[in-house]
């Protein structure tokens, strides 16, 4: 199971290109609002969450994305069990995947000392202890990081690639006419 947690303001197209690609590869991808079962996006865009953070549980969990926008990534950020579900993932080695500002969560939480990160220009500050790219889509370890809306499908075929596999992330490319 997949989470993608939506809090008001997140960016749309970084939450709905991940969560269309993975679920066409057959993932189980959850959306779950942050501040009820309505998420409003930064661009007033209601998503219906599949679920809400007080009804989750972290069983056979696969990955947890964070999408970026604002102020999505603040209400990321301050919401407990949002910050529960990384610490879990940080743990066990399950992938975390975050886009836009959203890496700057991680950074904050100390995920991203030592690793090679990106993100939206202007947080590069947040991501603390990190080797900080210019590259739009960077992997390190169970930690994946992408600059912003325009590279959200780039950034969900990695999440495919290191759930399931870059031959599969590839066909899917061909299959959506991607590139």
């Not at 969560?19 to 959850?30: E, S, T």
């Not at 290191?162 to 959506?176: R, S």
Request: proline residues 3%; hydrophobic residues 45%; charged residues 20%.
């Amino acid at each position: 199971m997949i989470y993608v947690f939506l809090a008001n303001g997140f960016e749309e197209c970084e939450a709905l290109a991940p969560i269309d690609i993975l679920r066409r590869a057959g993932f189980n991808v959850i959306t779950v609002g942050v501040n009820g079962n309505i998420a409003i996006g930064a661009h007033n865009i209601p998503v219906l969450c599949d679920t809400t953070t007080d009804k989750i549980t972290f069983e056979n969990l696969e990955a947890v994305i964070l999408p970026g926008g604002m102020p999505g990534t603040l209400n990321l950020e301050n919401d407990k069990i949002v910050e529960k579900a990384i610490d879990y993932a940080a743990k066990n080695g399950i992938l975390i995947g975050a886009i836009c500002a959203a890496p700057s969560v991680l950074g904050h939480k100390g995920l991203l000392d030592g690793k090679k990160a990106t993100c939206f220009p202007g947080f590069e500050k947040d991501l603390l202890g990190a080797t900080v790219t210019n590259t739009s889509v960077v992997r390190d370890g169970n930690i994946i990081t992408a600059k912003g809306a325009g590279v959200a499908f780039d950034f969900g075929f990695e999440l495919l690639a290191y759930l399931k596999d870059e031959k599969t992330a590839n066909d899917l490319k061909i299959q959506m006419m991607f590139k």
